[in-house]
């Protein structure tokens, strides 16, 4: 199993422009979610997801949209990317809520 | 509104010491409790997880317990090693949304040789 798998590792963007972030996971996990960490703030939770088709937000939303059309992929969508977005960005998956959490990566991204 | 505070915020000690790293939560109606490391630059890594009917977790030399009802979990970590060096996260699932997760800031740790 590759488990969880984030692309790309690194990323420079201008304000105003958008991307996505992809995550991947090959464990069947019904539970999928994406954080930030930022120096002095820890974790936050951006959106997660409970199941294919089920989403929801997390502490920091704004600014941010996720979808998830099948059990492996969460994508994370950066609207109009701004200085406030620049940190790493990681992406988290379960079984179910009440199991461990299994963590990528992680992406840095630097928004100028 | 959960918060997870964790305590102290670095910590170093000499190798073979033992010792313990504090997480407290403000809301006791949780779901679970879990702990993390996280080497610089990298990814989290999980150490034990804690459902809300347990007490305590053992993995090798990690321990960790947990009491509800007075908001607290401590992370025990038997005759440490340069290589325990790493900064440990808690995160609570919250009681009434399993999918909603509030980490600490985390406790950085340095065992020196």
């Known amino acids: 199993n590759a488990g969880v798998t984030q692309t790309p590792k690194f990323q420079v963007l201008k304000t105003g422009q958008s991307m996505t972030l992809q995550c991947a996971q090959d464990?069947?996990?019904?539970?999928m979610s994406w954080y930030r960490q930022d120096p002095g703030m820890g974790l936050r939770l951006i959106h997660y997801?409970?199941?294919?088709?089920?989403?929801d937000q997390g502490e920091v939303p704004n600014g941010y949209n996720v979808s998830r059309s099948t059990t492996e992929d969460f994508p994370l969508r950066l609207l109009s990317a701004a200085p406030s977005q620049t940190s790493v960005y990681f992406c988290?998956?379960?079984?179910?809520?009440?199991?461990?959490?299994?963590f990528g990566p992680g992406t840095r991204l630097l928004v100028l | 509104k959960q918060e997870v505070t964790q305590i102290p915020a670095a910590l170093s000690v000499p190798e073979g010491e033992n010792l313990v790293l504090n997480c407290s939560f403000t809301?006791?109606?949780?779901?679970?409790l879990q702990w993390f490391r996280q080497d610089p630059g990298k990814g989290l890594t999980s150490l034990l997880l804690?459902?809300?009917?347990?007490r305590e977790q053992t993995s090798g030399r990690l321990n960790a317990s947990l009491d509800k009802s007075s908001g607290r979990s401590t992370l025990y970590i038997a005759a440490s090693q340069p290589g325990d060096s790493a900064t440990y996260l808690c995160?609570?699932?919250?009681?009434?949304?399993?999918?909603?997760?509030?980490f600490g800031d985390g406790t950085t740790l340095t065992v020196k040789p």
């Open positions: 804690i459902q809300s009917s347990q």
């Open positions: 809301d006791s109606a949780i779901y679970n």
């Open positions: 988290a998956s379960s079984q179910t809520g009440g199991q461990t959490q299994y």
């Open positions: 995160a609570v699932k919250g009681g009434t949304n399993a999918g909603k997760s509030t």
């Open positions: 464990m069947n996990h019904e539970y």
């Open positions: 997801s409970v199941g294919a088709g089920i989403t």
